[in-house]
């Protein structure tokens, strides 16, 4: 590798070099890139990736959960060059508006009022990011608590094992402890719950309705501990993601909300993965049947065409708003891209795409179709502890032991060797950071012919990956 700070040469220069010298990875380990150089994508169609080799690769990843139509849509790409003629930017700041984001705006709760049953959403605030969409929600929290003359009920209980994002409040209430230490966090005022994932979690010969006592009994615990008046918000992905695509036990939401009602606390509801059809449910507030206070929607909603996150706002919430103007002055939050035109108008072609291609159905069949056969051809693997999932959104648990449930140590890597020699045999697949889980999460345009391929590749993989 040339060093540029030394050399400055750029004779025999290559892309990987000029990435090692120039570019600072997310979520990359910094020595081990040095090393081993960065694993550069060229181009996407459909359901397939090639990389700057040459190879070819079946996207059981979606990217990051996200692509959810697919790759290489030219109807996108006509869309976004309409935009940026018509107006490529204009802002939402101090009664400002574009008529592209107060269409999405309209859409976005249509769909939440006819698929997740949500008609008390009533306005959407846009953003670019998860993370960010979290951290207005968060800020929601306080602002609403403030308008309502009870500034300490702030506090927000999230979950172990749950991802938020990782700017400075998402990070907080992300329950896994590796987005924390180096950064010195979380802050005060979010309290962990249990993680709902009784394949591991729950005590040997426990009934799915004696753990789900448990998690109930540690959230009304934390509830009388730190006292109902300081709790603002419970925030929860109706099935965690990051976390394992760990789907909680029967009875567990229904129980939740209640107890969220009882104490007048708010639920946030985080579909930054399970928003447009990636459970094959068009939201897993749907799924669930979740009556959310504040919903956090990115990924799926552009299918990461452009970066576009929105927080949507529940009538409850909405009414105080509304009755503290104008005494209290302007909503004092906001970003430069919220509600950017491009972003939005990439957004509607998207959602054409979703609704007129019946992706969300596919989703539904071809996820059960993907799952029956996981199990069938791995299920029994002597590594493969727990194969699960709803709709597209697939993981596999791996076990060094799965008869006493012995989990492989976090220094083994073993699904992450299981997922880089996937990539060897041209699948890609994402390996988890919480429990050992390798997560599928193809585009939603998948068909069960290319899952056949996926479940071939992904065996081949686990049979040429042997534990350190
Ligand atoms: N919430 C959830 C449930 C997520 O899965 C993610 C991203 N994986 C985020 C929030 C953060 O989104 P972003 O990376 O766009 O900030």
């Not at 800020?139 to 400075?168: D, F, M, W």
């Not at 993989?461 to 350190?468: G, I, M, N, Y």
Request: proline share 5%; net charge negative; hydrophobic share 40%.
């Amino acid at each position: 590798m040339l060093d540029l700070d030394t050399t400055r040469d750029r004779a025999n220069y290559s892309l990987e070099d000029m990435d090692r010298n120039s570019l600072f990875h997310p979520l990359t380990p910094i020595a081990l890139h040095q090393q081993n150089g960065p694993k550069i994508m060229a181009a996407a169609q459909g359901v397939r990736l090639r990389d700057h080799a040459g190879r070819e690769m079946l996207d059981c990843s979606g990217g990051l959960w996200c692509v959810n139509i697919g790759y290489g849509r030219p109807e996108i790409a006509a869309a976004a060059s309409k935009a940026i003629l018509d107006l490529n930017y204009w802002h939402l700041f101090g009664s400002s508006s574009n008529e592209m984001t107060i269409r999405l705006a309209d859409r976005v709760l249509n769909l939440l009022h006819d698929h997740a049953g949500a008609r008390h959403l009533k306005r959407v605030f846009f953003g670019t990011s998860g993370s960010d969409a979290n951290d207005t929600n968060y800020k929601l929290v306080r602002y609403y608590a403030n308008l309502r003359g009870v500034p300490e009920k702030r506090k927000i209980i999230s979950r172990k094992g749950g991802y938020h994002g990782l700017t400075a409040a998402a990070a907080t209430l992300t329950g896994i402890e590796a987005y924390h230490t180096a950064w010195s966090l979380p802050s005060t005022d979010v309290i962990h719950a249990e993680c709902p994932h009784q394949y591991r979690f729950g005590l040997p010969g426990e009934s799915e309705a004696a753990y789900c006592d448990r998690l109930i009994a540690d959230i009304e615990q934390i509830i009388a501990r730190e006292g109902p008046e300081t709790i603002g918000a419970f925030i929860a992905e109706p099935i965690m993601g990051t976390g394992g695509v760990l789907i909680p036990p029967a009875g567990y939401f229904e129980r939740v909300q209640k107890l969220l009602d009882q104490h007048d606390i708010l639920l946030i509801a985080d579909e930054v993965i399970t928003g447009f059809g990636r459970t094959g449910e068009w939201f897993g507030s749907g799924l669930f049947g979740l009556k959310p206070d504040l919903l956090t929607l990115a990924k799926g909603l552009t299918s990461a065409y452009f970066p576009v996150s929105a927080s949507v706002v529940s009538e409850r919430i909405w009414k105080v708003l509304e009755a503290a103007s104008p005494e209290h002055g302007p909503v004092m939050h906001g970003f430069t891209y919220s509600g950017h035109p491009v972003g939005a108008a990439i957004a509607m072609a998207n959602l054409d795409i979703m609704e007129s291609e019946g992706m969300v159905a596919n989703s539904a069949e071809v996820g059960a179709y993907l799952l029956e056969n996981l199990k069938a051809r791995i299920g029994d693997h002597p590594y493969v502890g727990d194969v699960r999932g709803r709709g597209l959104m697939i993981g596999v648990e791996f076990m060094a032991d799965r008869e006493t449930r012995k989990p492989f140590a976090a220094s083994q890597n073993a699904h992450r060797l299981v997922a880089n020699q996937a990539v060897e045999h041209g699948l890609m697949v994402r390996a988890l950071p919480f429990l050992e889980v390798v997560a599928f999460s193809p585009p939603l345009c998948i068909t069960k012919s290319d899952c056949d391929e996926a479940v071939d590749r992904f065996a081949q993989a686990l049979d040429a990956t042997t534990p350190a």
